[in-house]
């Protein structure tokens, strides 16, 4: 079992940082950008550009939107893979041998996204270094007022329910392709079919999630 | 020995197995046979645990499976060596750890007692050499065997095998076939293979139960199978004219 846990660690979490580091820096970029040509008010100071990233970043970005990005790609691997297992009778193979195939396939990959906040964290983190790269490089701040910024009415509870947030839906990316994998029925065609229909639902739960948890937590 | 009696199944309202009483024996190859949708299948799923059943019973050395503990079935499961139509093989492992999986899975072997067991029956299947291989880079009949190496590496006392030479060639099958029938005689096992393989039929069939539409139409072995005036397993085995002059020609030579 430990073995298995940590090939879901390379697989899931390790094998999502590229992708996940990649979108993060440049979504935070391009929220200064937009955040800095929409300020254009004199009387509005520049520090709000910082602000507002650090705001939109690890309130909503980072948590949220990249989940939603990890269900396409996190989430059909799963599903493919434990569908596949299912379609050439792996699944079979398992039960036969007397191992409760489910326990076996889908613990290790829960395991695994519960080091998904890590990924979020290095999101966060990246997403608000790509805004200072693109407001301070691209001339839309200046560095001084971009920390002064993200430093401005700082809530630690923020980045709390932000990280409530993301185990939330680590739980939901491991569980919901699973069970759309392992208890799909058919051929090839119907593993493809079964993976676009996790992505929808994984997609569809977590921005329930996510409106209910704001809802708990936050007001 | 497995023991079934009154076997009864049914997906919903439709009736797949409709009262099945038979027996497999030891150290035989038993071949279940008969047309697509005939419920083969669903017989060796059933006889595998995979399937619940409505009615009857499924008795191994006469341990009635239904009526066995989870702990109880577990055991009894790590006794049953089962080789797939599709092989099943791991995709993500190696030759060498699919067939070390159920040491790993049922035994506190050391790692060097598990490479022996795997060498050695990897050596009686003869793929000396395919240990790091992937399943993807083995051929068919590769798979096949090494499907059968897994099944046997925990010295199953069943051994279950679902068309084990589905999409092999000629050659092949027989090899297989030959092995499996090695394999049951020498470790004394109770084998069960489904098959539509005629040449299977002919070859191993030391016990041969014929399934028509759910029912168990007649049941023998390879000898009587030529002498049998059942018209279904007639129609069904001798289908082809080349089994029909073989049938003539064999019952010409023994009259």
Request: charged share 20%; with cysteine; hydrophobic share 45%.
């Amino acid at each position: 079992m430990k073995t298995l846990i940590l090939k879901d660690i390379d697989d899931l979490v390790i094998g999502s940082l590229g992708i996940v580091a990649f979108i993060s820096f440049f979504v935070g970029g391009v929220i200064t950008i937009q955040t800095a040509l929409n300020i254009d008010n004199p009387l509005i100071p520049k520090y709000l550009i910082g602000f507002a990233t650090r705001q939109s970043i690890i309130l909503e970005f980072a948590p949220t939107f990249t989940s939603i990005i990890m269900a396409g790609k996190v989430g059909s691997f799963i599903t493919s893979s434990i569908g596949t297992m299912r379609v050439t009778e792996q699944i079979d193979a398992l039960e036969v041998m007397g191992i409760n195939s489910l326990n076996y396939l889908v613990f290790p990959k829960t395991v695994a996204l519960m080091l998904y906040p890590f990924v979020i964290a290095i999101g966060m983190f990246l997403g608000i270094l790509g805004g200072i790269a693109a407001g301070v490089f691209g001339g839309f701040t200046s560095l001084e007022d971009y920390i002064s910024g993200i430093q401005t009415d700082f809530i630690p509870f923020h980045v709390s329910y932000a990280f409530i947030k993301t185990f939330v839906f680590a739980f939901v990316l491991a569980t919901i392709p699973s069970f759309y994998g392992y208890y799909m029925k058919g051929g090839a065609l119907e593993v493809g079919k079964a993976s676009t229909t996790s992505f929808v639902w994984t997609s569809v739960v977590i921005i329930i999630l996510n409106y209910l948890l704001t809802q708990m937590l936050l007001s | 020995m497995i023991e079934v009696k009154d076997l009864h199944k049914s997906f919903g309202d439709t009736e797949i197995l409709k009262g099945i009483t038979t027996n497999f024996e030891q150290g035989k190859t038993n071949l279940i046979i008969g047309q697509s949708g005939s419920g083969k299948t669903v017989f060796l799923k059933c006889l595998l645990g995979l399937f619940d059943y409505e009615q009857g019973c499924i008795a191994y050395d006469g341990k009635i499976f239904s009526k066995l503990s989870d702990a109880e079935k577990r055991n009894l499961r790590a006794e049953i060596g089962m080789v797939f139509q599709g092989s099943a093989l791991f995709d993500s492992m190696t030759i060498a750890q699919n067939v070390m999986f159920p040491l790993k899975m049922f035994t506190k072997q050391s790692k060097s007692e598990m490479e022996d067991r795997v060498n050695f029956v990897l050596k009686r299947v003869n793929l000396e050499n395919a240990h790091n291989k992937m399943p993807s880079e083995a051929s068919g009949g590769m798979q096949k065997r090494v499907a059968i190496a897994r099944a046997i590496v925990n010295n199953p006392k069943y051994l279950f095998c679902d068309e084990p030479n589905s999409g092999l060639d000629p050659k092949t099958s027989i090899v297989i076939d030959n092995l499996i029938q090695e394999i049951t005689d020498e470790y004394q096992i109770v084998t069960v293979i489904n098959s539509h393989d005629m040449n299977s039929v002919m070859e191993i069939g030391e016990k041969i139960v014929f399934l028509k539409n759910g029912y168990k139409e007649w049941e023998g072995s390879k000898d009587t199978i030529f002498k049998t005036d059942n018209t279904s397993v007639t129609d069904f085995v001798y289908s082809s004219n080349l089994f029909k002059k073989v049938r003539r020609m064999y019952i010409e030579e023994n009259e």
